[in-house]
């Protein structure tokens, strides 16, 4: 059982002096944050088509035991029907993603908090996500961000499938912590700025719980400090990583 903790990306302009070294230069931000943290979310494969040369260049100036999430591409979750996305995922996963070898962790799935359940749609869905990346196996995890997920027939879904739900600490969405998979996926979204690590020490004490809970049984655990205390949110996952 392996319990990481990471944040957003590691582009962010308030970051530099609050994060990074004051003169750190931008081509060295990756290599300095996948040394304090063990895990980063990247928002940009949502939006892009990256190369296997990026997806190589990720590899290399990170250490061996650091691992990145995927948010996979808009184009594969933001559709009225979600059955069909098979040409958008078969494209993404055909744009390199292999190239990070072992650091290559979960790929997350974030639907609209428009979108609604439609079980007969998501079970489609859900059978268009690959098993394995050549021999590699793939880790998969939803994020629905609608009030009508929250339905045994979804949690069943995702169980019979092996696939993650987001455990979402956030005012606007769902909370669901259910184990449905070998690991559990938490992005943190509640974090306040003017909180030096973000949220209070009792709140990581807490979290830091959470992780060892989420831990039992041998389930891996990513935690991700998002959106909320964003300036923060590096801080907040170097406190975490230092509780456990």
Request: aromatic residues 14%; glycine residues 8%.
């Amino acid at each position: 059982m392996t319990i990481r903790a990471g944040v957003g990306g590691w582009t962010f302009a308030p970051w530099c002096g609050t994060f990074y070294p004051k003169g750190l230069p931008h081509s060295r931000e990756l290599e300095f944050a996948s040394r304090v943290l063990t895990t980063i979310e990247v928002n940009s494969t949502f939006y892009s088509t990256m190369s296997p040369a990026t997806y190589a260049k990720w590899h290399a100036e990170t250490p061996d035991d650091f691992v990145f999430s995927l948010k996979a591409p808009r184009y594969a979750v933001n559709r009225r029907e979600l059955a069909g996305a098979g040409e958008s995922i078969d494209r993404f996963f055909a744009s390199g993603v292999d190239a990070l070898g072992d650091k290559l962790g979960p790929i997350l799935w974030q639907f609209a908090a428009t979108k609604r359940f439609d079980a007969d749609d998501f079970a489609r869905f859900i059978a268009l996500l690959p098993a394995k990346i050549g021999s590699r196996r793939l880790r998969h995890v939803l994020e629905p961000r609608h009030d009508s997920f929250v339905d045994p027939a979804f949690i069943a879904m995702a169980r019979d499938a092996g696939l993650a739900i987001v455990f979402a600490d956030a005012h606007a969405y769902p909370m669901i912590d259910e184990a449905t998979a070998d690991f559990t996926y938490a992005r943190l979204q509640n974090g306040e700025d003017d909180e030096p690590l973000g949220y209070p020490d009792a709140a990581l004490d807490g979290w830091a719980e959470h992780a060892r809970q989420w831990g039992k049984g041998g389930r891996d655990a990513f935690v991700y400090f998002i959106h909320g205390g964003k300036v923060r949110a590096p801080a907040a996952a170097m406190a975490l990583l230092e509780r456990l």
